[in-house]
Every structure is written in C-alpha cells, then in structure tokens.
Antibody, heavy 120, light 110 residues
C-alpha cells in the first residue's frame, strides 16, 4: 500500500524553527515530484512548496519564500520541509502529497498531516 | 495571488446532479490544462477526484466528471449520494510556476 507519513509538527514560538518529515513507503519515491500543502484551522487548502523527482528544482508560494526550504533524500524515501522564522499565520495542518507526474499535476497520495502551531 | 473562486456552498437531493464552478484567469485555469479537484471530509486528508481537467484516477466513481471552458473549470457529480457530502477544492497550475487552490465548496446532500 502506498503511504506517506508526516512527522515533526508541534508548538513553536514566533520566530522559531521546525523541520517536518514525510516518510514514503510502498511507492517508488524517487520517480515522483512531491508537494507540501497546508490548511489553517477552519480554512481551505493552501499550496506551500513542491520539489522535482530528482530534487534539483524547488518551488514556493510567495509567503514562505526565504523562510521555508523543501528538500528530499531519495535514498531514505523521505521529504522534508525546513521552516524558519515562523509566524502565527503559519499555524496549520501540513500535508505532504505525491504528484502523479510533474508538480503541476494532481496529488494522488496524501499523508495524514502533522500540526504546526506557532504561538507564544 | 488570490485563490481561485468557488461558491461557498452547493446542495442537491439524492439522485440529482450538481456542478461546482472554479473561476480563475488566463494566468491559471485558462492558460493550462492542469486543473485538479479534491474531496475532503472533515478531519481527513484530501482525496484526488479529477486531474488534468477531466481525468479520473483509478478507483474514483464515474459519477464525478471535470471540464473547463475559458477561465472556468467545473466539477459535476451525477446521481448524488449521501456519501458525496463533503468539501471540494479545485486547484490549478499558474504562470507564476506555483499551484493555486480554490477557497473550497461545501456540498450538502439534502
């Protein structure tokens, strides 16, 4: 069964850092672009960042550019999101998802999400 | 960049058909055939229902169909069932080399 499992969420103070991980199993991780999507409490989905299958190309929404870094380790079947200079508005459930093709394509496998809370 | 525009809510009776619209611009929906639709039940992860405007992933009921005209994409659900009651989100690739989601639509099955 194809699965994604996020971890690393938690409570952090404004200005702090967190690193999210997304472990893949049952799928050929290195063949697919991957994406992070977040959902603030009671709000809709927001695309955050994506990375190519090889990891050589990365993409970000404007609000996280310069603060978040997406990366992957294909030898460990793991996707990461390093989040620095966190703000209250970054509070959300963060999902990792597999793109069924390039990052512009639909996301067909999703993790269960990990919660990030930015608060003092 | 503003979210794609979806109606906040739609409703229909069992067996009926409903359509959810998703309006963007020539810089997103109108410019690319990379429109997807997701179903999300409260507290759950989203599920891909349609990709590339009108392609249905394996395992998704053929009651779900997608289309696009100009800057507006649509998701049609035919033969409404109680289990279809959920939130639906559209998304599109954009000229800013990002992906944009719609604000979401709550579907109520009466």
């Amino acid at each position: 069964e194809e699965q994604l499992l996020e971890s690393g969420g938690g409570l952090v103070q404004p200005g702090g850092s967190l690193r999210l991980s997304c472990a893949a199993s049952g799928l050929i991780f290195s063949s697919y672009a991957m994406t992070w999507v977040r959902q603030a409490p009671g709000k809709g989905l927001e695309w955050v960042s994506a990375i190519s299958a090889s990891g050589d190309r990365t993409y970000y929404t404007d609000s996280v550019k310069g603060r978040f870094t997406i990366s992957r380790d294909n030898s460990r079947n793991t996707l990461y999101l390093q989040m620095n200079s966190l703000r209250a508005e970054d509070t959300a459930v963060y999902y990792c998802a597999r793109n069924n093709g390039g990052y512009a394509r639909g996301m067909d496998v999703w993790g269960q999400g990990t919660t990030v809370t930015v608060s003092s | 960049q503003s979210a794609l525009t979806q109606p906040a809510s739609v409703s229909g009776s069992p067996g009926q058909s409903i359509t959810i619209s998703c309006t963007g611009t020539s810089n997103d929906i109108g410019g690319y055939n990379y429109v997807s639709w997701y179903q999300q039940h409260p507290g759950k992860a989203p599920k891909l229902m349609v990709s590339d405007v009108s392609n249905r992933p394996s395992g998704v009921s053929n009651r779900f169909s997608g289309s696009k005209s100009g800057n507006t994409a649509s998701l049609t659900i035919s033969g409404l069932q109680a289990e279809d009651e959920s939130y639906y989100y559209c998304s599109s690739y954009t000229s800013n080399i990002t992906v944009l989601f719609g604000g979401g639509t709550k579907l109520t099955v009466l």
